[in-house]
């Protein structure tokens, strides 16, 4: 009996908050985030950080003191816990599990997995203080990555603002370490746009939430803006002429965004058509499509359409396989 208390003393408030943490994932896997709620999370977050680091000198002379340090740690957990398990639906319908941003997901999977378990958590943060860090800077630039495209930034300039902010919002970090607020925000200023260009030069790791490809199929032929004679994707090279990739994008209300289709055959770029914008607002996603004649002697192997956003992040992908 001593031992089943004990273990629910450790690990039940972990356990309900995983139980939880499921059943919201369960409830809302087909809903995006609000932006007004990621926004919100982010700020208190912030703040606490920033008060805690301000006055943990004083309050940690005093017991009552270390009891409100303690509250402020575990109310900043919850927080994080609270912002990736809003973030991972949306990163989970963003992400082609068979291309290199399913790193981003899994990352996001296991600090939010971290941040469920007190007694993990506390551990990491004891051994690695400097992982709270990473936690706030990887949950606000996703955060940011979604809630700025919601409220109509495009995604390029989303996933370069977000890295920006959340690079300034370290300062607290630094504050901690006795630097001054004012020395501090002007390095993670100027740290931030190093973390833009990084961002630029990584995106295609990073999934473009919150769009994602609500529906994709191949077609012999379209009728209107629907695909008419769908095709399996295990075809034979003597049965074709051309083959029709439809896919429907979804994108938050409001958002204009030029997407391409890049046909490739065993890996290699075959082809690569620019598609007009798509317009954000339909919940069954924006439908457009791109043709490929494709001649059988040249057509035996492995073929993928990607669908790209105009700035190269990888939206989703459409395989299909001819044989002889």
Known sequence: MTRAVDWLRRWGISCASLAAGLLALFVFR???????????????????????????????ATRAGRLVLGAADYTIQSLYHGVLLFLLPAYWASTTLDSPNVAFLVVLVLLAMLATFDPWYRAVIELLPAVTDVF????????????????????????????????????????????????????????????????????????PAPLFLARSTLARDML?????????????????????????????????????????????????????????????????????AIAPSESEGRWSVDVVTGAGQLIGRLRFRVES
């Open 30 to 60: 087909r809903e995006l985030p609000h932006a007004r709620w990621i926004v919100g999370y982010l700020l208190l977050m912030w703040l606490l950080i920033a008060l805690s680091v301000q006055l943990r000198e004083g309050f940690q």
């Open 136 to 207: 706030f800077l990887v949950s606000a630039f996703a955060a940011l990555n979604v809630a700025l495209v919601l409220v109509g930034v495009p995604p390029f300039w989303a996933l370069l603002l977000g890295a920006w902010i959340a690079v300034v919002g370290l300062s607290p970090a630094l504050r901690r370490r006795r630097w001054a607020w004012r020395r501090a925000l002007r390095v993670t200023a100027l740290a931030g746009l190093g973390a833009a260009v990084l961002a630029f030069v990584g995106r295609a790791g990073i999934p």
């Open 224 to 292: 209107g803006a629907e695909p008419l004679g769908m095709l399996p994707t295990s075809l034979r090279a003597t049965e074709l002429r051309s083959v029709v990739a439809f896919t429907a994008v979804y994108a938050p209300a409001g958002l204009r965004q030029p997407i391409s289709h890049v046909w490739r055959r065993e890996g290699q770029i075959v082809s690569v058509v620019r598609l007009a914008p798509i317009q954000g607002g339909r919940r069954e996603g924006f439908r457009t499509y791109s043709r490929k």
